[in-house]
């Protein structure tokens, strides 16, 4: 059975950097693509980046310019690194494969 387990989050001032990291159980991961999404309190999920077994990547185009998604195959890892964090930023952020949730890490944009 496949596992996703995210870690990485925190709090963070504005203007600062967090990477997010999301570890897959099983194989299945490492063949189809790995997204990010997040979702802020009192909104609905909203999908952020996506990449490929290939290495294809998109992004949103609310945190394009910013957030950078990549994958490391052997490791089974999605990464999400955020720069230039926002406050509007803070959500939880989930990971996502194949109809397989993470737990969610917990991003908070504060001063």
């Known amino acids: 059975q496949v596992q996703l387990v995210e870690s990485g989050g925190g709090l963070v001032q504005p203007g600062e950097s967090l990477r997010l990291s999301c570890a897959a159980s099983?194989?299945?991961?490492?063949?189809?693509?790995m997204a990010w999404h997040r979702q802020a309190p009192g909104k609905q999920r909203e999908w952020i980046a996506t990449?490929?077994?290939?290495?294809?990547?998109n992004v949103a185009g609310s945190v394009k310019g910013r957030f950078t998604i990549s994958r490391d195959n052997a490791k089974k890892t999605v990464y999400l690194q955020m720069n230039s964090l926002k406050p509007e930023d803070t959500a939880v952020y989930y990971c996502y494969c194949q109809k397989i949730w993470g737990q969610g890490t917990q991003v908070t944009v504060s001063s």
């Open positions: 990449v490929t077994s290939g290495g294809t990547t």
């Open positions: 099983g194989s299945i991961c490492g063949i189809n693509p």
